[in-house]
């Protein structure tokens, strides 16, 4: 093990003493109250931080390895998160607010039954490891380059470590550690700006221009992945739920919204740092098969060990603070939602104790994903997001916009988004890259996700054209723009497959057909059905946001 291993290692157990000892003490201070959502006591910094940790961490470690790799139009990785963030806080804050939302799997139960909401919960229940394991594995390759500490003991380790926390306090101690990872991160970010001045300067980037310019474009990661990037996040949008979580923590809507705002204003350095550092290490240590690995190698050389071990203590607090809202919110899928779900009188002291057995099941799911696999962070996040986006993406739209839509049909989704995402991931070898007719498997999910909603809702249920003017003009609309969509989609489909943008367009096809059948359908029953319609004016007040 090198010096700055030994200095990483001390840090790190620091730092992780610091996280226990005061997530407990914050959490005593509190009373213990408010698991799930903290007693919606959240200041807007509060908010901002514990949003920053999750969403700028994450991305922080995807900018570095795109960086290094594909030089400054890493920046568009970035911007995608920003716009997920932003329109979160303007569309979904104040409307889920008002419901007084904690997970997507609730917005599902509570508008689809409890046979949809247990079907949801264990999906995403089982996902969220996912999601942790992928961002872990990213931060222990690097690790493995100064410490000599297998990946699988490193991602085990920090498994535990989050139990440890997150058990005892809940979303009070979520708030705890992203905060204290937002502060870690930013020490990251000073010495990340030190080792880019030490070496290569500005002098190495110039020399890097001439010999490489590619790198100081801002198309150079190609234009179909930056459209895959900024569709990844949008629509994630009504999906993000430890999002939601965290800004249904907050005293009041505008609150939540506003800890949303300062936390795009706090990412916009990291995004910034991210790409300074990974194209500083793409310059001084080119070629590296994994980039982070690379980027130890750089920072170890550049700066003193104590330095280097901040750095990389501040890579492990971007992993915590993506990997704790996800293993937490998580758990209160499978615990609180399922458990629900099947015992619907349970009390709330009940629920606090599924999710707390919830989240020592994620920590095992954690780990054994990680022993089958441990080298590839993009194939869990593949997966995760292809299983979770696939089979929840079309019943949580429902149950914002579509009173008409049925349980049967979110049922249906449900089973028929994950199957056909999951069969299609099949089809592709399960490889991270390469897909089945160079087809995102996510892409076939929702396809098959939005159209057995519509499909057994129409069939299903007795509906009419709405009467009214105006929803008819914009469904008229949306019908000829996804006509349009189509069409184009079939004469530049050689050019759609060369760019891999082929799923997308069929994709964009399906969600325009769901949002015609939202705008130009009615109820046509006599008397309303529960689960399954309501009266016009609660239509017209449901679909006033389209």
Same mark, same amino acid.
């Given at each position: 093990?090198?010096?700055? &291993? ?7 157990? *620091?730092? %992780?003493?610091?996280? =226990? ?38 991305? #922080? ?15 568009? /990785?970035?911007?995608?998160? %920003? ?35 247990? =079907? &949801?919960? +264990? ?18 390759? *690097? ?9 699988? @003991? ?9 139990? +440890? ?14 905060? $204290? ?46 459209? +895959? ?18 800004? $249904? ?6 609150? &939540? ?13 990291? =995004? ?36 280097? *071990? ?25 615990g609180r939602d399922l458990g629900s779900a099947l015992r619907p009188h349970a ?6 104790? #599924? ?10 799911? $954690? ?37 008409? *839509? ?29 897909? /089945? ?34 929803? @008819? ?13 189509? +069409? ?32 130009? %359908? ?25």
């Open positions: 093990m090198t010096v700055v &291993g030994i200095w990483t290692l001390g840090l790190a157990l *620091a730092y %992780t003493a610091w996280l =226990i000892i005061g997530s407990r003490y914050v959490v005593a201070r509190s009373g213990g109250r408010g698991f799930f959502v903290s007693g919606r006591t959240f200041s807007p910094l509060t908010v901002a931080f514990c949003i920053t940790g999750l969403f700028s961490g994450s991305s #922080y470690i995807a900018i570095v390895e795109l960086s290094y790799r594909t030089g400054i139009s890493a920046i568009w /990785y970035g911007v995608a998160e %920003t716009v997920q963030v932003l329109l979160i806080a303007l569309l979904l804050v104040k409307p889920l607010r008002k419901k007084l939302v904690v997970t997507v799997t609730g917005i599902i139960g509570d508008r689809f039954g409890r046979g949809a909401q247990a =079907i &949801g919960s +264990v999906i995403t229940g089982i996902t969220f490891p996912m999601y942790s394991v992928a961002t872990s594995i990213a931060f222990a390759s *690097a690790l493995f380059a100064v410490t000599d500490i297998e990946l699988w @003991r490193c991602i085990t380790l920090t498994a535990i470590i989050l139990l +440890v926390f997150l058990t005892f306090g809940g979303m009070r101690s979520v708030a705890f550690s992203q905060t $204290m990872n937002v502060f870690m991160i930013f020490a990251m970010f000073v010495v990340g700006i030190w080792a880019f001045f030490v070496s290569p300067g500005v002098s190495g980037i110039q020399s890097l221009a001439e010999d490489q310019p590619q790198m100081f474009e801002v198309s150079n990661a190609g234009v179909s992945l930056i459209v +895959v990037w900024f569709g990844t996040f949008i629509v994630n949008v009504p999906l993000a739920q430890a999002a939601f979580q965290m800004s $249904m923590s907050a005293r009041n809507p505008e609150d &939540g919204q506003k800890g949303l705002f300062l936390a795009a204003i706090i990412g916009a350095p990291l =995004i910034l740092l991210g790409i300074i550092v990974g194209v500083a290490a793409a310059t001084v240590v080119p070629d590296a098969a994994l980039p982070l690995v690379g980027i130890a190698e750089y920072i170890s050389t550049a700066l003193p060990s104590w330095a280097a *071990a901040v750095f990389f203590v501040g890579l492990w607090a971007c992993a915590l603070g993506w990997a704790g809202p996800c293993q937490f919110s998580g758990a209160t899928s499978l009390t709330q002291a009940e629920l606090v104790r #599924y999710t707390r057995i919830a989240l020592i099941g994620l920590t095992a799911l $954690m780990v054994l994903f990680t022993l089958l696999r441990a080298e590839e962070s993009a194939w869990w996040n593949v997966m995760a997001w292809t299983l979770r986006n696939g089979a929840t993406f079309a019943p949580v739209l429902a149950a914002f916009f579509w009173p008409l *839509a049925t349980r049967p049909a979110a049922l249906t989704a449900l089973l028929a988004g994950f199957g056909a995402g999951l069969g299609w991931y099949a089809l592709s070898g399960f490889s991270a890259t390469d897909f /089945y007719l160079d087809t995102h498997p996510v892409w076939v999910g929702m396809i098959a996700n939005l159209g057995g909603i519509v499909l057994v809702t129409l069939v299903q249920t007795r509906w009419k054209v709405t009467r009214s003017a105006e929803r @008819r003009g914009r469904g008229g609309f949306a019908l000829a723009a996804t006509i349009s969509v189509g +069409v184009m989609s079939f004469v530049y489909l050689d050019i759609l497959n060369a760019y891999g943008l082929t799923g997308l367009a069929l994709f964009l096809v399906a969600l325009g057909v769901f949002a015609a059948a939202v705008l130009l %359908t009615d109820s046509n029953d006599s008397a309303d059905t529960p689960g399954e319609s309501v009266s016009s004016q609660k239509e017209a007040e449901a679909l006033r946001v389209l």
